[in-house]
Protein backbone atom coordinates (compact mmCIF):
# COMPACT_ATOMS: atom_id res chain seq x y z
CA UNK A 1 0.00 0.00 0.00
CA UNK A 2 1.56 3.74 -1.43
CA UNK A 3 1.27 6.13 1.66
CA UNK A 4 3.13 9.02 2.54
CA UNK A 5 2.97 9.76 6.36
CA UNK A 6 4.39 13.73 7.97
CA UNK A 7 4.96 14.22 10.71
CA UNK A 8 7.00 16.99 12.87
CA UNK A 9 4.24 19.81 13.27
CA UNK A 10 3.16 21.45 16.22
CA UNK A 11 2.86 24.96 18.01
CA UNK A 12 6.14 27.24 17.71
CA UNK A 13 6.79 31.07 18.59
CA UNK A 14 7.86 33.08 16.18
CA UNK A 15 11.51 32.74 15.01
CA UNK A 16 11.39 29.10 16.22
CA UNK A 17 12.22 25.67 14.81
CA UNK A 18 10.39 22.84 13.36
CA UNK A 19 11.64 19.63 11.06
CA UNK A 20 9.11 17.91 9.32
CA UNK A 21 9.30 14.26 7.81
CA UNK A 22 7.65 12.56 5.43
CA UNK A 23 8.23 8.89 5.46
CA UNK A 24 7.02 6.70 2.31
CA UNK A 25 5.52 3.10 2.77
CA UNK A 26 5.02 1.27 -0.69
CA UNK A 27 7.25 3.05 -2.66
CA UNK A 28 11.05 4.57 -3.09
CA UNK A 29 11.31 7.99 -2.25
CA UNK A 30 14.31 8.33 -4.63
CA UNK A 31 12.50 7.30 -7.82
CA UNK A 32 9.93 10.43 -7.52
CA UNK A 33 10.26 14.62 -6.95
CA UNK A 34 9.17 15.30 -3.45
CA UNK A 35 7.35 18.61 -3.04
CA UNK A 36 5.86 20.19 0.27
CA UNK A 37 3.19 22.06 -0.03
CA UNK A 38 1.04 24.34 2.66
CA UNK A 39 -2.26 25.28 2.89
CA UNK A 40 -3.30 28.22 5.29
CA UNK A 41 -7.60 28.25 5.99
CA UNK A 42 -9.20 30.55 3.53
CA UNK A 43 -6.19 30.19 1.21
CA UNK A 44 -5.41 28.14 -2.01
CA UNK A 45 -2.41 24.97 -1.52
CA UNK A 46 0.73 27.00 -2.06
CA UNK A 47 4.00 24.75 -3.39
CA UNK A 48 6.96 25.38 -0.38
CA UNK A 49 9.71 23.77 -2.07
CA UNK A 50 10.66 20.19 -3.73
CA UNK A 51 13.74 17.85 -4.30
CA UNK A 52 14.45 16.21 -7.03
CA UNK A 53 14.65 12.23 -7.80
CA UNK A 54 18.18 12.46 -9.42
CA UNK A 55 20.47 14.82 -8.15
CA UNK A 56 19.00 16.22 -5.64
CA UNK A 57 18.33 19.77 -6.87
CA UNK A 58 16.36 21.60 -4.69
CA UNK A 59 13.98 24.81 -5.04
CA UNK A 60 12.11 27.07 -2.76
CA UNK A 61 9.68 29.27 -3.12
CA UNK A 62 10.60 32.75 -2.30
CA UNK A 63 8.77 33.21 1.27
CA UNK A 64 11.13 30.78 2.49
CA UNK A 65 14.07 30.89 0.74
CA UNK A 66 17.15 30.99 3.60
CA UNK A 67 14.69 29.73 6.22
CA UNK A 68 13.63 26.08 5.27
CA UNK A 69 15.86 23.61 3.93
CA UNK A 70 14.98 20.05 2.15
CA UNK A 71 16.90 17.00 2.38
CA UNK A 72 16.54 13.17 1.74
CA UNK A 73 17.84 10.00 3.92
CA UNK A 74 17.15 7.33 1.21
CA UNK A 75 18.16 5.01 3.79
CA UNK A 76 15.41 6.04 5.50
CA UNK A 77 13.29 6.51 2.77
CA UNK A 78 12.17 9.99 4.19
CA UNK A 79 12.49 13.82 3.15
CA UNK A 80 12.58 16.57 5.67
CA UNK A 81 11.76 20.14 5.94
CA UNK A 82 13.72 22.13 8.19
CA UNK A 83 12.40 25.30 8.86
CA UNK A 84 13.78 28.27 10.61
CA UNK A 85 12.87 31.69 11.73
CA UNK A 86 9.36 30.57 11.62
CA UNK A 87 7.19 33.50 11.38
CA UNK A 88 3.36 33.59 11.64
CA UNK A 89 2.69 33.58 7.82
CA UNK A 90 3.86 29.90 7.85
CA UNK A 91 0.97 28.82 10.00
CA UNK A 92 -0.58 26.56 7.62
CA UNK A 93 -1.64 22.72 7.33
CA UNK A 94 2.06 21.32 5.70
CA UNK A 95 1.74 18.22 2.86
CA UNK A 96 4.40 16.28 0.87
CA UNK A 97 3.45 14.77 -1.93
CA UNK A 98 5.26 12.76 -5.00
CA UNK A 99 5.64 13.15 -8.80
CA UNK A 100 7.12 10.36 -11.32
CA UNK A 101 6.70 13.26 -14.05
CA UNK A 102 8.09 16.49 -13.54
CA UNK A 103 9.55 19.01 -10.90
CA UNK A 104 7.14 21.09 -10.20
CA UNK A 105 5.03 23.44 -7.57
CA UNK A 106 2.17 22.44 -9.25
CA UNK A 107 0.01 20.45 -7.20
CA UNK A 108 -1.46 18.52 -10.17
CA UNK A 109 1.38 17.19 -11.09
CA UNK A 110 1.78 15.16 -7.89
CA UNK A 111 0.43 11.46 -7.69
CA UNK A 112 0.93 10.80 -4.08
CA UNK A 113 0.20 12.97 -0.89
CA UNK A 114 0.09 12.67 2.58
CA UNK A 115 -2.19 13.52 5.08
CA UNK A 116 -0.82 16.75 6.57
CA UNK A 117 0.41 18.14 9.91
CA UNK A 118 -0.55 21.65 11.30
CA UNK A 119 1.93 24.27 11.83
CA UNK A 120 1.03 27.13 14.41
CA UNK A 121 3.53 29.65 14.46
CA UNK A 122 2.57 31.95 17.30
CA UNK A 123 3.15 33.98 20.44
Known amino acids: QVQLVESGGGLVQPGGSLRLSCAAS????????IGWFRQAPGKEREGVSY????????YYTESVKGRFTISRDNAKNTVYLQMNSLKPEDTAVYYCAASAIVASMIPVWYKYWGQGTQVTVSS
Open 51 to 58: ITSRDGST
Open 26 to 33: GFTLDDYV
